[in-house]
């Protein structure tokens, strides 16, 4: 798959640096689309290389399937957005344009934020998980050996890439030192 437009959803605002910094190492030949929920927008910095759009215009592009967005991905996902999603419901406009993903059986990529996760949580998670909906919760790899917070994100956001089948080079790989 090719991914020439990306839809990157920031719900809630912990991690919403997560999102933001997805957005700023994403390859200059995609197009990208911003969502941001209320919490999101407290804390969002305004000079980005995407358009964006706040999350009550459900009328917005991103919102219909003749758009033809790629893939989409909710960096951080809160637990209440996992919930509507994982009911159908479609009250705003990442909601919607996840509920287009699934429809159209694009690539849709989550990342809870919350820790621990709860048995509803978990439920959701498996639900959307069966529909083909990538669950990554921001995890670090300790193998990539990272030095401090930047290196951390650079890791969890290339993971992500990885994922969506974008090159990067933002962590250390595994190396097999036999």
């Not at 000079?47 to 967005?69: H, L, M, P, R, W």
């Amino acid at each position: 798959m090719s991914i020439k437009k990306i839809v990157v959803a920031i719900s809630g605002s912990s991690g919403v640096n997560l999102g933001i910094k997805f957005i700023k190492k994403l390859p200059e030949d995609i197009s990208s689309y911003l969502i941001v929920s209320k919490n999101g927008e407290t804390v969002f910095e305004k000079e980005q290389k995407c358009e964006i759009f706040y999350n009550e215009n459900i009328a917005a592009s991103v919102a219909s399937g003749s758009f033809g967005v790629d893939a989409m991905v909710i960096v951080p996902t809160s637990m209440n957005t996992l919930a509507k999603i994982s009911c159908g419901i479609a009250d705003n406009l990442t909601t919607r344009a996840a509920s287009v993903m699934l429809k159209e059986r694009k690539t849709l990529l989550l990342a809870p934020r919350e820790m621990p996760y709860s048995t509803i949580a978990l439920e959701n998670m498996l639900k959307l998980s069966k529909l083909g909906v990538i669950i990554a919760p921001p995890v670090l790899g300790y193998y990539a050996d990272p030095k401090n917070l930047d290196e951390m994100e650079d890791f969890m956001i290339g993971k992500w890439f990885d994922l969506l089948g974008l090159k990067h080079n933002l962590y250390k790989r595994w190396e097999n030192n036999e």
